[in-house]
Structures are given as structure tokens and as C-alpha cells.
């Protein structure tokens, strides 16, 4: 923030004509708020952002108007200068360094949404390894091979959990992957679960950030399928549609015995990778109709170049 | 089959097949212990409870149709009441309340002498645990009336109308009155949204509601509902008189 006076300088500078008597005036006030704000930086720095440029903006407000007080009084200069333009112009030429700081910030640091996507890592619900384990271990006297898949499809689900998950994958990979998941769902519900691939085969190949599905589909399970004795069917429909992806998950819905909060959370998460990766041109939205529960998604359909 | 007097009736309760053949195997290899009947969520439970009479029951939290904890709180009005140790996979608020309530449960995966450790100090939950479990229950799906040494389940979305009497609640279903002491108000509060207060005694499920109708008699005109599948009518108190506008 003290670097915003220095660069005010500059653009004053270029900004006037090379007149000394308004090097002169304005010199001064760049001083002034130059030394002022490194003083205060520290206490400014503290500050969240907002309150920091506001902060720098009433500093300069300040000096500028101070100074053409000062000026005025003492017929330093034989012009008047009119206070209320020295403190607009004072306070446009901060606003215009600030502004130029900030691109540059959002510009050159990528680490910044780099470490977001990293924190937004999907997550699987501890629910879901204990009870897997606990069927696996069921399995092992009675059915040893059946317990060996599911471990090796466990094994590779929380594999790919842990990667590190920044970088696009084809769709194909990540609907193996639920596959897997689905299997291991499958060794706990038995036929409570039933599921319903709708895949256009032009979509395999499209770029989704991993990690999208699966939790869709650990959300639907424990909230669509688990409340029903009976169970239900998942319907997941995956099609292309104006260089577009679209992604249909649904479930039973079941209105009081749903508990939303977990859903909520992993909803929001996917939003905001939706977001960091395609900006404003994805688009994840729910609703509930005839009795099942939607989760939409809209993606630029990329393909690998 | 003949049981040692020693041997330990359990019932398993848990909606997962595999959860359920994994305790099965664990108990077979413990001594004094027989397996009278599995159930696949909480109604089961208590229906198959009533009816083996189980002295411990190893009952999962997370079931379909209703929960684990809503069961153990119903099944405290069987007799005699069985002893329950709570199996979770994860739920780390009920770990909480177990924890700190001294109430007995199992990790998923359960191991056989955690087990074992477990059956030989179980112990009746006491009304004070059961109450320390309510914040993390959700609405209960039935209430329990206990009649004759019975315990009646009915689902919420079966009642008709609750009305509060002298001393009793007046339960009505489509096929018959039930007794329950339970109070009124705590159970507006807990149901909120599925029932109308259609007068200071009386609440009311609105999909039972098919009409309203004046009856003239005794001086003033009185606004009664009329309700699905059953000849009487419920009176609607001044007060509430809007909310035949509104429907």
C-alpha cells in the first residue's frame, strides 16, 4: 500500500503538463501522502481490504485538502487553487494506481486460485469408508473374491481422492471411477440400489474437472437411496447440446426424512470448482419435481486438443 | 433348540445385509449368545422386540423408515424394556452424546472383543440417556402408544387429529382412538407444519381436512371441520376462524 503513493508519483507526473509551479503543488501532496501512508502501513495493513483502500483514499482526501488550505492562506503561489478539484484529482489519480495494483494482483497470482481448487477437494463422507470396510469385512469368509474387488475398487476411488485433482480429465474417466464407487454402494444396498446410465457416447471424450459426479452420486445414495426401505433408482444422464455438456443427476426424493446440510456443503463445492475452472459458463442448479430430486450441470464441452 | 438360562437373546437391527451377516458371524464365535431375530430398520425392531423379547438389542443409528435412536427411545415402554448398545459407522454427534451420557455403542467395523466387552456390560439405557439423545434425534416418524403390555406403533402420517383430554391425548387414526401421555403443545412444537391447531385442545392433520361447515345449535354459530374417512367433526375456535379463509 505504501508502494500506491510511490507510482502516484509517476502517473501525476506524465498526467500534468511540465508546468513547476504544478510540480510544485503537487509534489508536495505526493510527498506527504507518500511518507503518511508508509507510516501508517502497518496499521492499514491489518485492515481487510476494503477498509484499507478506504483508508488510503481518506489519507490523501486529507493531504490534498490540507495543503491547498495551507497554500491558499499564505499566498505561497500567486494562483487560488480550488480545493475541491485538487482533492477530486488527488483522490482519481489513488483510485487509478489502486485499481491498476489490484489487476495486477488478480492477473499475475494464479497461485491464489490454485490453492482454492486445492482446498475444494471433493471429500468423501467418513460414513461412507467405515460402512465399506465393515462390508468388505463381512465379505471375506463367505465371498473372498467379491471382497477382493471391492477393496481394489476402494483402493483406487480413495486414490484418486487423494491426487491432486487441478487438472481437467476426460468424462469417460470420471464415470469409471463412479462405477467403482457404485459397486462398493452396491456390496452394502443390494438391490435397494438401482441405477440408470443415460450416456451419449460424444460426451466421453468432453473435460470435466474430476471429482464432479462422484460426490453427486455419494449425495443421491445417502439421501435419495438410504431413507428408502424399498431403495430407489439413481438416473444419471449425460448429453451434448450446442457445444455444451449436459449432466442430469436424479434420485427419489424423500421431503421429511432428508436432512440437507451435508448435501448443501458438497453442492457448494462443486459450484465453486464449476466456477474456477469455466467462470460464468457452467452452471450447477437443483429442484425437485414428480417426486425426485435434480441436480443440473452446464459445461463447456472441451475435448483434448 | 434348547438355550442355557445363561444364554444372551440378541436382536440385530441394521439395514445393511453385509452389517448385518458381519455381527452374525462375530456373535457365533462368542459363547452364550443366540440370535432370536434381524431386523432391516427401527419398526422392524421394536415389532420383532415385542415379539422374541430379546435381552440386548444391537441397534444401527442410521436406518431407513426410522432411526436407531427414535426406536431405542420407543422400545423404552416394552416390558421389560431390553438393554440396547448402539452400532455407528460415523456419527460424530452421537458419539458426543454417547460419550458424555455413558451410553454403550460399537465402531463400524465392529471387532469381535470390543464385542464381547460390550455384551458383558450392557446395560438398560435409563430415561436420562434417552433424553440426552432427543436434540440429535429428527421428528419422530411414529409415536408409541403403550396398551395392555403392547407397544402400537403409528406413523405420523396416519393420524388424523391429536386432542388433548383431561389428563390423556385422544390419538385418532381412520380405524380407531388411541390413548398417549404426551403433551400437546410439545408436540405442535415437534411437528410443526404438519398439523393445525384448530382449537386451544385440538390439532389436526390438514390432508384429513375436506370441508368446513357452520353448525347452527346452542345459541352461537359454530365453524367445524369435516374430515376424511371419519363421521366426526373437530371445532374450529374463534381464533382460528382465518384459517378456513385461507384454505
Keep these: 500500500m505504501a508502494f500506491a503513493a510511490v507510482v502516484l508519483s509517476q502517473t501525476f507526473a506524465e498526467f500534468l503538463p511540465t508546468l513547476t509551479t504544478l510540480a510544485a503543488i503537487v509534489e508536495p501532496i505526493l510527498l506527504l501522502s507518500m511518507v503518511s501512508l508508509y507510516l501508517l502501513f502497518p496499521l492499514l495493513n491489518q485492515r481487510p481490504y476494503w477498509q484499507g483502500i478506504i483508508g488510503i483514499l481518506l489519507v490523501v482526501a486529507f493531504i490534498s485538502a490540507a495543503f491547498c488550505l495551507l497554500v491558499n492562506r499564505y499566498f505561497i503561489f500567486d494562483t487560488i487553487l480550488s480545493m475541491p478539484r485538487a482533492v477530486l484529482l488527488a483522490l482519481i489519480a489513488a483510485g487509478l494506481v489502486l485499481y491498476y495494483f489490484h489487476l495486477m494482483q488478480r492477473a499475475y497470482s494464479p497461485a491464489i486460485a490454485e490453492a482454492r481448487l486445492q482446498a475444494l477437494q471433493a471429500r468423501i463422507r467418513p460414513h461412507f469408508l467405515f460402512n465399506s470396510i465393515n462390508a468388505v469385512l463381512s465379505l471375506i469368509r463367505s465371498q473372498p473374491k467379491r471382497a477382493e474387488t471391492a477393496l481394489e475398487d476402494l483402493s483406487d476411488l480413495f486414490r484418486v481422492l487423494m491426487a491432486d485433482n487441478r487438472e481437467l480429465v476426460p468424462l469417460s474417466q470420471e464415470i469409471a471411477l463412479c462405477k467403482q464407487y457404485l459397486n462398493i454402494e452396491k456390496l452394502r444396498l443390494d438391490e435397494r440400489l438401482a441405477l440408470d446410465w443415460q450416456i451419449d457416447e460424444a460426451t466421453l471424450d468432453a473435460l470435466i474437472p474430476p471429482l464432479i459426479l462422484q460426490p453427486l452420486l455419494e449425495n443421491a445414495v445417502y439421501h435419495g437411496i438410504e431413507p428408502l426401505a424399498d431403495g430407489g433408482r439413481i438416473i444419471i444422464d449425460i448429453s451434448s447440446k450446442h457445444q455444451d455438456l449436459l449432466i442430469d443427476i436424479s434420485n427419489p426424493y424423500a421431503p421429511e426424512k432428508d436432512h440437507h446440510s451435508g448435501n448443501k456443503m458438497a453442492l457448494k463445492n462443486i459450484k465453486e470448482r464449476l466456477q474456477l475452472h469455466f467462470d460464468l459458463e457452467a452452471s450447477l442448479v437443483t429442484h425437485h419435481q414428480g417426486g425426485r430430486y435434480h441436480v443440473f450441470i452446464r459445461l463447456p464441452q472441451h475435448t483434448q486438443p | ?247
Design chain 2, 1 to 247: 433348540m434348547t438355550e442355557a438360562a445363561t444364554t444372551l437373546r440378541i436382536l440385530i437391527a441394521d439395514d445393511e445385509p453385509p452389517a448385518r451377516s458381519r455381527l452374525r458371524d462375530l456373535l457365533a464365535e462368542l459363547p452364550d449368545t443366540h440370535i432370536v431375530a434381524e431386523a432391516k430398520n427401527g419398526k422392524e425392531a421394536i415389532e420383532l422386540a415385542a415379539l422374541h423379547q430379546p435381552q440386548l438389542i444391537l441397534l444401527d443409528i442410521r436406518m431407513p423408515v426410522m432411526d436407531g435412536l427414535e426406536a431405542a427411545a420407543h422400545m423404552q415402554k416394552l416390558q421389560p424394556a431390553p438393554l440396547v448398545i448402539f452400532t455407528t459407522a460415523y456419527d460424530a454427534h452421537a458419539i458426543q452424546a454417547f460419550d458424555l451420557n455413558a451410553i454403550d455403542y460399537l465402531l463400524k467395523p465392529i471387532r469381535a472383543e470390543r464385542l464381547q466387552t460390550a455384551l458383558h456390560k450392557a446395560q438398560a439405557l435409563l430415561p436420562k440417556q434417552l433424553d440426552a439423545l432427543k436434540p440429535l434425534q429428527k421428528k419422530r416418524t411414529h409415536l408409541s402408544i403403550h396398551e395392555r403390555g403392547k407397544v402400537i406403533l403409528l406413523a405420523i402420517e396416519d393420524i388424523i387429529y391429536l386432542r388433548a383430554e383431561l389428563k390423556y391425548l385422544t390419538v385418532r387414526t381412520a380405524s380407531r382412538e388411541y390413548l398417549l401421555e404426551e403433551s400437546l403443545t410439545h408436540l405442535e412444537t415437534e411437528f410443526a407444519g404438519q398439523f393445525l391447531r384448530l382449537h386451544r385442545n385440538c390439532l389436526v392433520a390438514p390432508q384429513y381436512i375436506v370441508g368446513y361447515e357452520k353448525n347452527s345449535g346452542e345459541g352461537e354459530n359454530q365453524w367445524v371441520a369435516l374430515l376424511k374417512d371419519i363421521p366426526e367433526t373437530i371445532a374450529v375456535s374463534r381464533r382460528q376462524q382465518h384459517l378456513i379463509k385461507s384454505s
